[in-house]
């Protein structure tokens, strides 16, 4: 299984706030927790949570998810599972302008 960390995220201006181990918003299953797209560790919780569940194996699937969760997600959604919900649905469609 892959693993997406710190070294391979797109961006590099993440909020790093420490959280304990057991903290929904970065452990456990994707559900109604609050999702805050500026905490690195909740972005790479997120990531692996997804590359697992959709069986992703490439870098590029991973850094897409970032990038879709960073510039592309609408205001509105603020849950784990509406996230997960809202990439799925237009992964898709979404393009990204080469930086």
Same mark, same amino acid.
């Given at each position: 299984?892959?693993?997406?960390?710190?070294?391979? /995220?797109?961006?590099?201006?993440?909020?790093? +706030? +420490?959280? !304990?181990?057991?903290?929904?918003?970065? +452990? *456990?299953?994707?559900?109604?927790?609050? &999702?805050? =797209?500026?905490? *690195?560790?909740?972005?790479?919780?997120?990531?692996?949570? /997804? %590359?697992?569940?959709?069986?992703?194996? $490439? %870098?590029? +699937?991973? #850094?897409?998810?970032?990038?879709? %969760?960073?510039? =592309? /997600? @609408? @205001?509105? !959604?603020?849950?784990?599972?509406?996230?997960?919900?809202? #990439?799925?649905?237009?992964? $898709?469609?979404?393009? &990204?302008?080469? $930086?």
């Amino acid at each position: 299984m892959m693993t997406f960390t710190k070294t391979d /995220l797109f961006y590099s201006d993440y909020e790093w +706030s +420490s959280y !304990i181990p057991s903290d929904p918003k970065i +452990s *456990g299953k994707i559900n109604e927790t609050r &999702f805050n =797209k500026n905490q *690195g560790l909740e972005v790479l919780y997120l990531i692996n949570k /997804l %590359i697992d569940l959709w069986d992703f194996s $490439k %870098i590029e +699937s991973c #850094i897409k998810i970032e990038r879709c %969760i960073r510039e =592309k /997600l @609408p @205001p509105k !959604i603020t849950k784990q599972e509406e996230v997960a919900t809202w #990439i799925q649905l237009n992964w $898709k469609t979404i393009e &990204f302008k080469k $930086k």
